[in-house]
C-alpha cells in the first residue's frame, strides 16, 4: 500500500526492494513519512531524477514492516531522525544518513559512493 | 538568457507561491526561483487549523495545493537552486545562479522567507539525527518512553513539548527567559500537563555523547551556574531568522535584517517587492504571508501597467 505522496516511485515492499537495488548499479531510497524533515528529500530527490541519470531514486514508507531491510540495517543503527536515506551501490549498502538533507548534501554522498 | 519574465519571485513559501498564483492568472510571465523546499515553513508545520475556509489539514498538502495552483496557472517554478548574484536596480532585474544560469525580469518580489534559528554550539550538527531533533511529530516515536528535553518558549516549543507527552516518559523545557512567549494557551496547556516540566533561565551550552546523545550541558543565564543533565533526546525550536543575509546590502533592511516595505509591499528600489516573514512585521502566519504575496503581485502588476 502506498504511503508517500510524491512523485518519486515508492517502493512497497521488501522484495520489491532488493530486485531494485540488485538490479540498479546506484540507488538511493529516502524511508519516511510525509512529515517537515522528509518532504524536502523527496522534493529534491525529484529534481535529482532529472540531473542524475545514474542514479534511480525512491521512497518508502517508514511505518511498514517491508522497510525493515532498511530501518534494521546495521547503518542505520542509532538513527533517530526521519527520513532514513540509504544508498546502494550494485545492491550493497554503502552509505545511509538521517534527518533532512538538501540537494547539495545529496549530491555529496552520490559523489562520493557512486563515483 | 534571453527570456524577460514580467515577474521573477524569489521564495516558494505561502508568499512566494501566492505571489506566483495572482501574477500568473493575471498572464504575467512569472517565474519563481526557491533556494529551499516549495512550501517553506508551511511543509515545516505538521498541522494547520486556523486557516479560514480550510478544516484542518496538513501543512504540506496546503502547500502542495498552492504549489498546484500556481502551475497550473501557467507559473514556472525551478527549486533547489543557488543564488549567487542580484541585480535589482535598473528596469531590467537579473538573478545569477552559483551553477551560472541567469534569469531576468521587469519586476522582483522577494519572498525568502525565514530559516530555523540554530544554536551552533557543540555537538548540535554532530548529533542531528542522533538526538537532537527539530520535529516532534517527525521523529517522537523515536523516543517512546525516554526522556527528552525541548529548548525554547515560543509556540512551536510548547506545542511539541505537548505532542511530545505522547511518546516520551518526561519532557523538560529549558528556556531562556523567565516567561514564554508562547500564546498564553499554549502555555496552560503545557503547564497542565504532568509529563512536562521547566528549566528557566537556562541555555544549552553542549551536547554530548558517543555515538548518540547522551547528555547537555546547561547555563543558568542568572548565577552563570553550569549543570549537566542526561537525556535521550534534545528538540530545538528557538524561533526563525528571516532569510535575508544576501540581501541586507541590497534592498533597504532594519537591523533585524527584516526587509522594509510599505503597505503596498514595495522596497527602496522601484519593481522591487517583499513578502512574507522576510519583512518588518509583528504576526508571523500562513494567513498574513498569503495576504503580502497577493498584495505584492497586485502591486508589482501595477507597477507593470505604469512601466509600460
Known sequence: ?115 | MDEVYDVMILGAGAAGLASGIYSSRARLNTLILNEGAIGGQMVLTNEIANYPGVEKTKGYMVAGIMKKQAKEFGCKIKSNIKIAQYKLKGNIKIIKLEDGLSFQAKSVILAPGGKPRQLNIPGEEQFKGTGVSYCATCDGDFFTDKDVIVIGGGNSALEEAVTLTNYASKVTIVHQFNHFQAFEHAVREAEKNTKISFIMESEPREFKGNKVLESVVIQNVTTGELSEIKTDGVFIFIGYLPNTDALKNIVKTNELNEIIVDADMKTNIPGVFAAGDCIVKKYRQVTTAVADGTIAALSAMEYLKSAD
Not at chain 1, 45 to 67: H, I, N, S
Not at chain 1, 69 to 95: D, E, H, S
Open chain 1, 1 to 115: 500500500m502506498k504511503m508517500l505522496e510524491t512523485a518519486v516511485h515508492e517502493i512497497e515492499t521488501a522484495a520489491e526492494l532488493e530486485k531494485i537495488t540488485k538490479e540498479n548499479e546506484n540507488v538511493m531510497v529516502s524511508c519516511g513519512r510525509m512529515g517537515p524533515m522528509c518532504i524536502p528529500v523527496y522534493d529534491a530527490m525529484e529534481e535529482l531524477e532529472e540531473e542524475r541519470p545514474d542514479v534511480k531514486f525512491y521512497v518508502m514508507g517508514f511505518d511498514t514492516p517491508e522497510a525493515s531491510p532498511i530501518t534494521n540495517a546495521p547503518m542505520c543503527r542509532g538513527f533517530m531522525g526521519l527520513p532514513f536515506n540509504v544508498y546502494y551501490k550494485n545492491g550493497q549498502m554503502v552509505k545511509a544518513t538521517t534527518s533532512i538533507q538538501d540537494k547539495e548534501q545529496i549530491v555529496s554522498v552520490m559523489d562520493q559512493f557512486f563515483a
